[in-house]
């Protein structure tokens, strides 16, 4: 039988590679045409271990419980094409599969990492395993991995402008923004089309309080983010997040309008990007009118879902802005059943820190001396230290309204560890006169 991994493997055979090599060129630069083209491959190619795989890992990432069937369903596929191919790296993204349909994220990106030491330029496996370490919240094992991954290939490499560009955003979540803007600045230089190592500079100048810098990289280049999938909608979070830091109330609601949250969608990455935009405003004391209305549905429909607990966190504070007090506590109420029963990663999360969170935002929390516990075990949330900010925010925000000055001082304090002092800094100390600003340096 023909064997198929294309050329990422270092093998070409056949327009189903071509259709193969479409699909993770658009993995690369998070533009459309991913599943479309892994379905003309498996279309000329049933058979396509590989092309099965990466279907099902794409929609598994969606986080979307009903996706789970069909995601199912690629897995077994590919299973039943494994004996087509060369077992190798298709026996390392099956196995890596079937952790993540499991729960595992961590696990599964430690197989695909595995692998690269047989395969160590795979651009697919390298990729797979950093989006997963990524939404587990590993950034430790991102870096690692990253490093390992920029020491081992060859900058003429098609893919290693990407590489970068991965490298670049695990330093910057480690808190190396010197390094993440140099790595960053290469990748681009690279693979210009490169949006993730262009997001980890967004993620740089937002850290470093550099917001009029940040905007005017994000303008010019709008003709790379704006070609992406929805992907671009983060982007424009990142600038709307500038204006505001600016005092540019007026243009970041415009940009929320018509860049960030232009259609309704309940993709937990839009939700995320409407609602701690949103929220952060809320918490600003910014008037957001009727903006919640088209999220308060969504809520409804997500909130007690257990699939990523980062994405039902956004649920709970959206029912709290709305009032929906009732359905927020029903959906924790089910968030504690999957505490109490279950043994993945989400479970792992939810109990050591969403349920608290959640509890803390509906006001159900009890005290807030654990505030400081809770914020340093955010990142079982996964996702960006800049989008765990909303619930750092959130904390400190209840922590001031309560008059706990003693835990509002330890947040704002470890929060400003790692960005410069910004606009909810000044705030949340002008509205709570005795903590000091040389605590919060």
């Keep these: 039988m023909t064997y198929h991994f294309s050329k990422i493997s270092g093998q070409t055979c056949g327009a189903e590679n071509a259709q193969f090599d479409t699909a993770v060129r658009a993995l690369a630069t998070h533009r459309f045409g991913l599943l479309p083209a892994l379905q003309h491959a498996i279309a000329i190619a049933p058979d396509f271990c590989a092309a099965h795989a990466l279907k099902a890992f794409s929609l598994l990432l969606l986080a979307r419980a009903e996706l789970n069937e069909e995601a199912r369903s690629a897995a077994e596929l590919a299973v039943a094409s494994a004996r087509y191919a ?244 029903a959906a924790l109420d089910r968030w504690q059943r999957v505490c109490d029963e279950g043994d993945t990663e989400q479970a792992y999360a939810a109990r050591h820190v969403a349920l608290a969170i959640g509890q803390a935002i509906i006001g159900a929390g009890g005290p807030t001396s654990h505030f400081p516990g809770l914020a340093e075990q955010l990142p079982l949330l996964g996702g960006s230290a800049a989008q765990r900010d909303v619930f750092v925010q959130t904390l400190a925000s209840l922590a001031r309204d309560a008059g706990d000055v003693v835990t509002l001082s330890a947040l704002l304090k470890n929060r400003s560890s790692r960005r410069t002092d910004d606009l909810f800094i000044r705030m949340a100390c002008a509205k709570s006169p005795c903590v000091r600003r040389e605590e919060t340096p």
């Excluded at 309008?257 to 935009?277: G, L, M, T, W």
């Excluded at 007690?304 to 802005?321: C, D, N, Q, V, W």
Aim: net charge negative; hydrophobic share 45%; proline share 3%.
């Design 86 to 329: 060369r077992l190798g790296p298709e026996l390392a993204l099956i196995e890596a599969l079937d952790l993540v349909c499991n729960g595992r994220f961590r696990q599964a990106a430690d197989r695909l990492e595995a692998q690269l030491w047989d395969d160590p330029c795979n651009f697919l496996l390298f990729k797979l395993a950093h989006a997963l370490r990524f939404m587990a919240g590993d950034d430790a094992g991102m870096l690692a991995a990253s490093d390992l991954a920029v020491r081992r290939w060859s900058s003429k490499h098609s893919y290693f402008g990407y590489v970068l560009g991965c490298h670049s955003f695990a330093l910057e979540e480690a808190g190396e923004y010197e390094q993440a803007e140099l790595v960053a600045k290469q990748a681009l230089t690279l693979a210009p089309d490169d949006a993730w190592g262009l997001h980890a500079l967004c993620h740089v100048y937002e850290m470093q309080g550099r917001a009029a810098e940040g905007f005017a990289f994000i303008e010019s280049t709008r003709p790379v983010w704006t070609q992406c999938n929805n992907f671009r909608f983060h982007i424009a979070w990142h600038q709307a997040l500038y204006c505001i830091e600016r005092g540019e109330t007026s243009r970041a609601l415009e940009l929320y309008d018509k860049e960030i949250f232009p259609v309704p969608s309940d993709d937990f990455r839009d939700i995320a990007n409407a609602v701690s935009f949103l929220w952060r405003l809320r918490l600003l004391g910014i008037d957001a009118e009727d903006r919640w209305t088209p999220l308060k549905s969504i809520a409804h429909k997500r909130a007690a879902e257990t699939t990523l607990m980062f994405a039902s966190l956004h649920h709970i504070l959206t029912m709290a802005a709305t009032e929906a007090h009732e359905s927020a506590r």
